[in-house]
């Protein structure tokens, strides 16, 4: 014969806070009331009111006429208000020397493998450097973080004689290539630093249970980046889509291959004559960015804190 006690509920009871918890406490509402100093929120609204305005002022004008952009100012718009779709039609057409469309294409078809390349290699890379041993291990991060003071310019002319030897110069291949090597480096640097704060008792327990490399990275290291590479995939896409440079100098003014960065310089004119459409087609590539900066929002921001914070 067994007999059963009288359960206890616990379910009520709170362990109390501990002096850790209290110091930690302290600690954040010091660092709180470090951050929310009045000078500091009065520098971020002018910094703001700065970089709105002419934002702001460059929206209004792609909706006025040409004539009114010529003769006045953005700001008469609120005096004298005179509105039109016709910069966004012209800008947004399939016909005409001054249509975006195929541009808006070709910038898609640039910009994804252009950031996917590089994203991919440098996490192999990163994960090599971290947590692989070789000969020389530091030497080559140093060799490779160091490349990132080298000039873009100063490579520009080597590179398109490299691919005009080759026989690419003029093609997607062109670009995808120069993208992958300028963001290289610090695409390796960022990852790299974020693998070595991931405690290496996961990575031996792994090690302890079969795992080789390949399954390491891939089912272990991969899923625990997805902030650092969302963070690095925003910076990267900025870059390649709002690239004018690189994109000038191995594509050209073809309308096959250019990017939207081209036919936009090509909009002001040999004599800034069509700058008005400047306008309506600087809003339309932005929207891209917009949606691609919103949606990974949340990441971007975990990736931006990662390594930040130890405990």
């Known amino acids: 014969m067994t007999t ?3 359960q206890l509920d616990l379910s009520g009871i709170q362990p109390p ?3 850790a918890d209290g110091s930690m406490g302290q600690v954040m509402s010091a660092t709180k009331k470090r951050l929310t100093s009045k000078w500091a929120s009065l520098a ?3 910094l ?3 970089w709105t305005v002419p934002t702001f002022g460059l929206l209004i004008s792609s909706f006025r006429p040409a004539r009114d952009i010529a003769t006045s100012g953005w700001w008469t718009a609120f005096t004298d208000p005179q509105f039109t779709l016709d910069n966004y039609k012209e800008v947004l057409s399939t ?3 001054s249509s975006l469309a195929p541009y808006v294409v070709n910038s898609i078809v640039i910009t994804i493998p252009a950031v996917i390349i590089p994203i991919l290699i440098a996490s192999l890379a990163a994960y090599a450097f ?3 041993h070789f000969k020389w291990r530091n030497a080559i991060f140093i060799a490779v973080f160091a490349l990132q003071i080298v000039p873009i310019q100063v490579t520009l002319i080597p590179l398109l004689s490299l691919y005009a030897d080759v026989g690419i110069a003029g093609t997607y291949w062109a670009i995808w290539i120069s993208h992958t090597m300028f963001g290289l480096p610090l695409a390796v640097f960022l990852l790299h630093n974020f693998m070595k704060e991931i405690p290496g008792e996961l990575i031996e327990a792994a090690r302890v249970d079969g795992a080789g490399h390949v399954t390491i990275f891939f089912r272990l290291i991969l899923p625990m980046l997805k902030p650092a590479i969302a963070a690095l995939g925003i910076y990267q896409f900025l870059w390649v889509w709002n690239d004018l440079l690189v994109a000038l ?3 050209g003014s073809s309308k096959t291959v250019a990017p939207m960065t081209v036919a936009l310089f090509n909009l002001t004119g040999t004599r800034g004559s069509q700058w008005y459409l400047l306008t309506a087609g600087a809003f339309v590539s932005i929207i891209v960015p917009v949606v691609v900066f919103l ?3 949340r990441y971007f921001v975990r990736g931006l804190l990662a390594g930040s914070v130890k405990g």
Do not use: E, R
């Open 4 to 6: 059963v006690g009288p």
């Open 17 to 19: 806070p501990s002096d």
């Open 44 to 46: 971020a609204v002018v």
């Open 48 to 50: 703001a009111v700065a």
């Open 95 to 97: 016909t005409g020397t």
């Open 130 to 132: 971290a947590w692989m």
């Open 249 to 251: 100098t191995f594509a």
């Open 295 to 297: 949606s990974l929002q």
